[in-house]
């Protein structure tokens, strides 16, 4: 029988009856051929993995046999780590903060306590960590937490002082409670449990005289002096004269141990003699010469103790620094023999953990390396080397190195582009690491079947670019390149005010666009400047950096600007613009010494004019391989007022041409020809016989923001909204002019300051169209039906306007560098509601038009080797003529609240489709998906949505993400083949996938945390101590803590929750068919070596037994003809 399938229903339903689609209009009809392929069923959403370091981590954990750290949040969420490229991530649903971290070493599972008091136990055996139990506590709050190896007895300390006991294989109570608070008669003390240590020899057996137990904020110490079945008598010591205790740690013997206090001591306890400490020792502190107590530091919040067996004992501690160090970094010490070394760290420390070499901690630990969780940083310590050197760090943790501020995505790149980054990537590691192998090696890798390359790329605020290679469910960093070299760096703060005029991050990255093919790399920053990169494996050095200064202005400030009408290009649209030569002052070509007289151009009045925000250097600058300079571009100010910020950005390899666009126009810059081909106003791009052009406005009329942007079916609320999207109010950094007192603090204008700060001007700026997309494309200029297809640009606005400017390129190589490009405007091709955010172009068929590139040649090469790259250049085939009257193609185009698809060159409407009337579209691509294309849709109520093309037939669409944060607007971006990601904290990226197959293949693409693994032998007490004791009596916990011995617990004591599996489950559960495939295959292994084994001991046997024989044979041959007397 046939499977219902009520997907299909509702597609079904929805295509039929969705007041969004548009009617069908004559040429929609004769295009309803066009095949679709893509169905509802190809599409499922779900995360996959997350990267990058965990957000305000607050416990860690660590598992010596399976090599696996755990870290957890103060937002509920878990992080696992293991070998390079095996991550994990889950969450808690309460969101409470992880207070606490316990394996069950080797078992495959986790114990994390939360402050919400409740604790609970994971499954890690499985690709997906799920919860199995779970332990509510009602009426105490859960302070510690301690499991000792190979033990099912899990001991949970409160803030009343006492101890409960729970059974991790039930996951239940005892009813065996420690009341420690009682038991000492102190109420007037804080008793709460903030250390718990426990020394045995036995993994069955209790041995209570090495249990040791600290309270918090208290000068006080509990240890059992002796034991016998039923209880045990307690021997209780308070230090009247030290300070507050903050850790312990234990001897691996039991015979000692090391309480570390809040004035920055370290105090050496033995059990034998415990009215007075051992030894005292103050790490950091100055010891007077008249013999007097050193000056008091800061706590030693905690205290690791490990032993060696060839050596002296490693003592690590965190804080104890003296109180005179003020401004001085958080330290961890390291204390072995005589020698102290203290590490200074870049961020404050969480935690730290010791790893050594055996888990059994009555056996010599032999530590090898110390991992430090700081509050932005995981950093790994090796203990075997001179210098304490750290381990290169394996993981993605660096993104936050500075904050991110965009993002973008490609998945399925050329091949050759992973190892040409990594190659000029490799020389930029740092030196010095450890040359060991990273100590936190569990885990396999996933089994999955994405063979095709990813690239992930992000902008930060210090202005460098980082290139991550994103394969296979991984994240790695490839190459970064700092675009900050390009300009100086303000040395004073004399030099900081002519030069730097942003306020703070004045190297941010703004957008960036990347062309994979040809390798040409174009970033826009936040000071109004772009920069072209080509991409060289030659170390170059240049000695003048090339400069190109636009002056754009709007066109409120046409009425009182001097030079207005010498900046402005024609409007009409017929004849190309004048060339860049003669089109001064709009554009000024210059080098760095030239750059830096213009920083002092101003006007009569004391206005700054033709400034830039930034200072490009004028030292040579000497280039590595990689990413090199080939143009720097930067906006001046105009007549007092600073350059508007840069929101939409596009380049062309194979036209040569940079596009970019602001509040206040657009530009069209020939990167190989070094000059300005085009600069104009938004209002200059509507041909002069269209009714809906917008005429300049003279900065004293207010405008308000609704305006003649909407369509006719707007709603009230259309303009409201619109001003709140990213489009028609961009997220900005703030530029002020030096003479212009700094607003409030309170204030949350992200718009620019001006020096002119009156309400009208802001009101004019924020509804103000913008540029806000950008296309090169070959279509259609003209509405004629025998045109033919040419080099075109689509340009998009934030008040939905679609214009086309045709472009004319000079033919062949040498005129391409010799002729100027000629660019004319087309005039309006379509409106919708909202800011445009992509458009596309698809042939007849469906199948998406690519822009056209040019292949990539090393520009420092030989002059025989660039010959050779340039035979293989070729430009895609043109697009077919429109012939016989029909349009052959579509133009998809893409706004805040719709899309459209136009049949080119008619530019009539086929299909029409309103994405959302309650919010706003974020985030839109034209993206492949199964052999097909179709739009991708992230809303800012949190929806994600497909729409297939080019009918524009609702595929996808699931609430998945409401926008809490302006940083998941900024970074979130959608790829091919199903992928997409963005910052979900300031540290961290979630990727996720809208793809079906991805999401059925999922559980075989992730990798495994547990892997089978032999315990390590127990240590061998050795026979004497055996048979001669000399310890405290044990007892067996069972019949301790076991239920026939001490009942049931209070059920009002704490609530057991159960998970969605069992301990059953857990042992047995399956990790996909790969991982049943894998453990077959050990079996198979395993029972092999058995056979094997058992062939080799049976052949022993046969030759044992012929040897047996012939002795036998030969002694009755012996005794044969012999009389028993002669015996």
Not at 210 to 225: C, D, E, K, Q, V
Not at 1093 to 1116: I, N, Q, V, Y
Request: proline letters at 7%; one cysteine or more; a neutral charge.
């Amino acid at each position: 029988m046939k499977k219902f399938n009520i997907r299909k229903v509702l597609d079904g339903l929805t295509a039929v009856s969705s007041s969004s689609s548009a009617a069908q209009t004559g040429a929609a009809k004769e295009n309803d051929a066009v095949p679709e392929s893509l169905q509802s069923e190809h599409f499922q959403l779900c995360k996959t993995v997350r990267h990058g370091f965990p957000h305000r981590p607050s416990s860690m954990a660590f598992d010596p046999v399976q090599k696996i750290l755990a870290v957890g949040t103060l937002n509920g969420a878990l992080r696992l780590f293991g070998r390079a490229g095996v991550e994990c991530y889950c969450q808690h649903d309460s969101g409470a903060a992880v207070i606490q971290l316990q394996f069950l070493i080797n078992e495959g599972a986790l114990v994390s306590a939360l402050a919400d008091d409740s604790i609970h136990l994971w499954n890690l055996r499985q690709k997906i960590p799920a919860i199995l139990h779970s332990l509510k506590f009602n009426r105490e709050r859960i302070t510690y937490c301690h499991l000792p190896f190979q033990s099912k007895w899990l001991y949970i300390g409160t803030e009343r002082g006492n101890i409960h006991i729970v059974n991790v294989e039930s996951f239940t109570l005892s009813g065996y409670v420690i009341m420690w608070n009682k038991a000492i008669e102190l109420s007037s003390l804080d008793l709460s449990v903030a250390w718990w240590c426990c020394g045995t020899s036995s993994p069955k057996k209790l041995t209570i005289a090495t249990i040791m137990m600290s309270f918090g904020h208290n000068r006080s110490l509990s240890i059992p002096a002796r034991s016998y079945r039923g209880g045990s008598h307690l021997c209780y010591l308070l230090f009247g004269g030290f300070q507050a205790i903050h850790s312990v740690a234990w001897h691996h013997e039991g015979k000692q141990f090391v309480c570390s206090h809040s004035d920055g001591t370290l105090t050496t306890w033995n059990i034998r003699t415990p009215a007075k400490p051992a030894q005292i020792i103050t790490p950091h502190g100055k010891q007077p010469k008249d013999g007097k107590k050193p000056e008091p530091c800061k706590p030693i919040l905690k205290v690791e103790y490990k032993t060696t067996r060839a050596g002296d004992p490693f003592m690590v501690l965190s804080g104890g620094l003296s109180y005179d160090t003020v401004g001085r970094r958080a330290c961890l010490t390291v204390m072995h023999g005589k020698s102290t070394t203290v590490l200074e760290m870049d961020f404050p420390i969480v935690d730290f953990l010791t790893l050594c070499e055996t888990p059994y901690p009555n056996d010599f630990q032999e530590p090898y390396a110390v991992v430090v969780l700081l509050e932005r940083d995981l950093v790994v310590i090796d203990l075997g080397q001179i210098g304490y050197p750290i381990f290169e760090t394996p993981y993605p943790l660096s993104i936050h190195e500075s904050p991110v501020t965009c993002c973008e995505y490609f998945a399925d790149c050329p091949g050759e582009l992973i190892p040409a980054l990594y190659s000029v990537g490799s020389r930029q590691k740092r030196q010095g690491y450890s040359k060991k192998d990273w100590p936190i090696s569990g885990g396999n890798w996933g089994q999955g079947t994405q063979s095709y390359p990813e690239i992930v790329i992000t902008g930060h605020a210090d202005g460098s670019i980082k290139f991550w290679d994103a394969s296979a469910l991984m994240l790695q960093v490839l190459y970064k390149l700092k675009t900050a070299k390009v300009f100086e760096r303000a040395r004073g703060k004399e030099e900081k005010a002519n030069t730097d005029i942003v306020d703070e991050d004045p190297f941010a990255i703004q957008t960036l666009c990347w062309c994979p093919e040809s390798r040409m790399l174009c970033v826009a920053g936040v000071s109004a400047h772009v920069i072209v990169y080509r991409f060289s494996k030659q170390e170059v050095t240049t000695a003048d950096v090339q400069l190109l200064e636009v002056r754009m202005q709007s066109d409120l400030s046409n009425v009182d600007s001097p030079d207005a009408a010498g900046d402005q290009t024609p409007t009409q649209p017929s004849p190309p613009p004048p060339s860049p030569q003669e089109s001064e002052p709009s554009a000024t070509i210059s080098t760095q010494a030239s750059a830096s007289g213009i920083i002092s151009n101003s006007l009569a009045d004391g206005l700054r004019d033709n400034m830039p925000c930034l200072q490009v250097r004028i030292s040579p600058l000497k280039q590595s391989p990689g990413y090199q300079v080939e143009l720097v571009v930067q906006l001046v100010w105009v007549s007092g007022e600073p350059p508007q910020q840069i929101t939409s950005l596009a380049i062309n390899s194979s036209y040569g041409l940079v596009v970019f666009g602001n509040s206040n126009g657009l530009a069209v810059v020939d990167y190989l020809q070094k000059t300005l081909l085009l600069n104009l106003g938004t209002s200059e791009l509507y041909s002069p016989s269209e009714p809906n052009q917008r005429q300049p406005c003279s900065p004293r009329k207010a405008r308000y923001p609704s305006g003649a942007q909407c369509d006719s079916n707007d709603g009230p609320n259309a303009a409201e909204e619109r001003c709140k999207s990213p489009n028609s109010a961009r997220m900005s950094r703030k530029i002020s002019s030096p003479n212009e007192q700094k607003p409030n603090s309170d204030s949350k204008d992200n718009s620019f300051s001006r020096s002119r700060s009156s309400s009208v001007a802001s009101i004019d700026r924020e509804s103000r169209e913008a540029i806000c997309a950008f296309c090169f494309c070959e279509t259609f200029p003209r509405k004629l039906a025998d045109a033919s297809p040419s080099p075109c640009l689509l340009v998009g606005t934030t008040h939905g306007s679609v214009m086309l400017v045709a472009l004319s390129l000079p033919s062949g190589d040498q005129q391409r560098l010799l002729q100027p490009v000629g660019i004319s405007s087309s005039g309006t091709v379509a409106r919708l509601k909202g800011g445009i955010l992509t458009t596309a172009l698809l042939d007849a068929a469906g199948a998406l038009l690519p822009a056209s590139y040019q292949p990539w040649y090393d520009p420092n090469a030989s002059d025989e080797e660039k010959e050779k790259e340039k035979s293989r250049w070729r430009r895609p085939a043109s697009p077919p003529s429109s012939q016989d009257g029909h349009d052959s193609q579509f133009a998809i185009l893409c706004s805040e609240k719709q899309a459209k698809v136009l049949a080119m060159p008619s530019q009539t409407r086929v299909y029409k489709h309103n994405i959302t009337e309650s919010s706003f579209v974020l985030r839109a691509d034209v993206v492949e998906m199964a052999g097909a294309n179709c739009i991708a849709c992230f809303c800012a109520n949190g929806h994600i949505m497909m729409l297939s093309l080019p009918s524009l037939r609702p595929l996808l669409d699931v609430n998945y993400l409401p926008l809490t944060d302006m940083r998941i607007a900024r970074t979130f971006c959608f790829s091919n083949l199903g992928q997409a990601l963005y910052l979900t904290s300031p540290t961290e990226v979630q990727r996720i996938t809208y793809s079906q197959e991805t999401c059925d293949n999922l559980q075989e693409m992730l990798s495994e945390l547990f892997t089978p693994v032999e315990t390590p032998e127990a240590p061998n007490r050795g026979f004497f101590k055996g048979l001669f004791g000399g310890g405290a009596q044990s007892l067996d916990r069972e019949d301790l803590f076991g239920e026939t011995a001490s009942g049931k617990a209070s059920r009002s004591l704490a609530q057991h929750i159960p998970g969605p599996g069992n301990m059953e489950g857990m042992k047995g559960a399956a990790s996909g068919v790969v991982g049943e495939l894998a453990r077959a295959r050990i079996a198979l292994d395993e029972r092999g070596q058995k056979l094997g084994e058992l062939e080799e001991r049976t052949a022993a046997m046969m030759a044992s037994a012929d040897s047996f024989s012939k002795h036998a044979h030969d002694m009755m041959l012996k005794y044969k003809d012999k009389k028993w007397y002669q015996l």
